[in-house]
């Protein structure tokens, strides 16, 4: 079958310019994947190749375009993702209400389907839950959409707590006030703030009172008004914390209680209280939950090739008498 070239006519040259990525990365993505040459003269994209892998490398094209159109950031990992995607067959524009906007930057747009759902269930739901391997967005997501509720008013607070586990939940003991003593254990929520809110803007609200982090311990005895809270790395919350914490739950307060159940490092023999909380919760009305998978993550490609080999040989193991 001789290779043919179809020829993509876009309105907009510098959107065509910034398809191509930097040094044409995005196009070297394309062609891959799917076998084929590309350029992009002008306003144009012109796609070399067999039949079925050019049509698929113009669909990815067309909706790369699209999201630009609609001020959607879209670098290489974004690509990647939409690749993953058309080879499943399922490639199509994050819908307009399940993105997280901010206002004067670029929203964030899910790369998966299942982080689209998971938007969703944050916008319909009080309480939602967002489990599974490292690398799968589910704390960054988490944490954007409350920095979105706080930019845009529709909250007073966001709150961000974890278990200090490694610290045994006694912080008294590490250098600095409370702040200090927290931070490094937060530091993946402070790196999502910086990025979606600016870290001027981060530390400004963290000044007022606004974005307020704190070891799991510390939210005893406190209703949560008027908040969105993050509980992070909820593996490691025995079911009493997290008993505790859930029901700190105040008016106008939205709960994402993230983690992996597969990593808690909590005693041999002690219930984690985030697998305690998915068996008991997950039908009651209001309550959601979102579970991630090796396909869904969204750092290194070999990051899900690794968390795959790792899921393999354990299986392996519980065999083995």
Not at 70 to 88: E, F, Y
Not at 188 to 212: C, F, K, Q, V, Y
Not at 308 to 318: F, G, I, R, T
């Amino acid at each position: 079958m001789s290779k043919q070239t179809d020829i993509l006519e876009f309105n907009d040259a510098d959107l065509v310019k910034s398809l191509c990525g930097p040094n044409h990365a995005i196009l070297a993505l394309i062609e891959e994947a799917f076998d084929v040459y590309v350029e992009a003269p002008g306003n144009s994209v012109h796609i070399n190749g067999e039949a079925g892998p050019r049509a698929r490398a113009a669909e990815l094209v067309r909706e790369i375009y699209q999201r630009l159109e609609r001020g959607w950031p879209c670098g290489t990992s974004d690509v990647r993702a939409l690749i993953k995607a058309i080879g499943k067959g399922k490639v199509k524009a994050a819908a307009v209400d399940s993105i997280i906007p901010f206002p004067r930057r670029a929203p964030i747009v899910p790369k998966t389907p299942r982080q689209e759902g998971f938007i969703r269930q944050m916008q319909e739901e009080t309480i939602v839950f967002g489990v599974g391997p490292a690398g799968t967005g589910k704390t960054f997501l988490a944490t954007a959409y409350g920095a979105s509720l706080l930019a845009r008013g529709e909250v007073q607070k966001f709150i961000a707590c974890r278990p200090a586990i490694e610290a045994g939940e006694r912080l008294g003991f590490l250098p600095g006030d409370l702040n200090e003593k927290v931070d490094p254990y937060m530091q993946p929520i402070w790196d999502a703030l910086n990025m979606t809110l600016g870290r001027d803007e981060t530390d400004r609200r963290r000044a007022s009172g606004e974005i307020e982090v704190a070891p799991l311990a510390f939210m005893r005895g406190r209703t949560l008004r008027d908040a969105f809270v993050v509980i992070d790395e909820a593996q490691n919350a025995t079911v009493p914390q997290m008993k505790m914490l859930l029901t700190r739950l105040g008016d106008r307060a939205k709960y994402a209680v993230t983690g992996d159940p597969t990593q808690s490092d909590l005693p041999r023999g002690q219930t984690s209280g985030l697998a305690h909380a998915l068996k008991i919760l997950r039908d009651i009305k209001g309550i959601a939950a979102t579970e991630f998978t090796a396909s869904d993550v969204v750092r290194h490609p070999l990051v899900g090739k690794i968390i795959n080999a790792y899921e393999a040989d354990a299986s392996k193991s519980d065999g083995v008498l």
